[in-house]
């Protein structure tokens, strides 16, 4: 463990140095600890955290706490990678619609891989994937690892607006973006269950060390659920599949 400054009111403590689920297990665990013990009131002057792939940053108020003071709590926790009293972690089983206008890019890229369309879907979602970190939008979610089998560079040419609820996949991550947005992913299908909503108590529907499965719809019930999520009748929590061990 290292610790890198990042300005006057934030530090960053760097965990590891690949992406793996074993990783983003001692973050997410170090994380809940530091949650946990801000709860008591030890840990006056914190205002956030922000788990990524391989680290945890600490933001925090200076003229509440000192970086020497929140360290020295924060050392005083047993290592994360060793913390048994981490909560379930959640399975979600989200809906994806492969069919038609949801997935541009399915025949480029089963092409690209040199597999059938079928083949490439019923890949996608054989998996089960860890959502590592949220970011480059509320609420996105970068998961992995996608089958080495259908790994491929990003577009060569992003596009300026990708639709919110799309399933892309880049390299060894699988995502979906929540808003309307620029980007160079390969846009395999569509999910309508809302990932970001900053009327809902927690705004992001997924969070680090989650997991998540795909399941596939048709066009008639991705329409439906869309529907029922623009009407604010869909309850994202129909689609958590389960607790499970961390």
């Not at 997410?28 to 990524?52: F, K, M, S, W, Y």
């Not at 979602?125 to 590592?132: A, F, L, P, W």
Request: net charge negative; with cysteine; proline share 10%.
């Amino acid at each position: 463990m290292r610790v890198v400054d990042a300005g006057d009111q934030a530090f960053t403590i760097v965990l590891g140095e690949r992406i793996a689920p074993e990783v983003v297990a001692t973050v997410t665990a170090l994380d809940r600890q530091i949650a946990a013990l801000h709860q008591t009131g030890t840990l006056p002057g914190l205002i956030e955290t922000v788990p990524t792939f391989c680290s945890l940053t600490v933001i925090y108020d200076p003229l509440q706490a000192s970086r020497r003071q929140l360290l020295a709590e924060i050392a005083r926790l047993p290592p994360a990678d060793t913390h048994v009293a981490s909560p379930a972690s959640r399975r979600w089983r989200l809906p994806v619609c492969y069919e038609g206008d949801c997935g541009p890019d399915l025949e480029a890229t089963a092409a690209a891989l040199g597999i059938s369309v079928q083949a490439l879907i019923a890949q996608h979602q054989q998996s089960e994937y860890c959502v590592y970190m949220l970011g480059f939008l509320p609420g996105f979610p970068f998961m992995g690892d996608v089958p080495p089998a259908l790994q491929l560079p990003r577009r060569s040419e992003p596009r300026l607006r990708v639709p919110p609820g799309s399933v892309a996949i880049a390299g060894a991550l699988t995502a979906i973006y929540p808003s309307e947005s620029p980007g160079g992913w390969h846009l395999l299908g569509q999910c309508a269950v809302p990932l970001f909503d900053p009327e809902r108590p927690k705004p992001s529907l997924l969070q680090a060390g989650d997991r998540v499965c795909f399941a596939a719809v048709d066009a008639a019930e991705h329409t439906r659920l869309q529907q029922a999520a623009k009407a604010r009748a869909l309850d994202p929590a129909a689609f958590l599949d389960a607790e499970v061990a961390s």
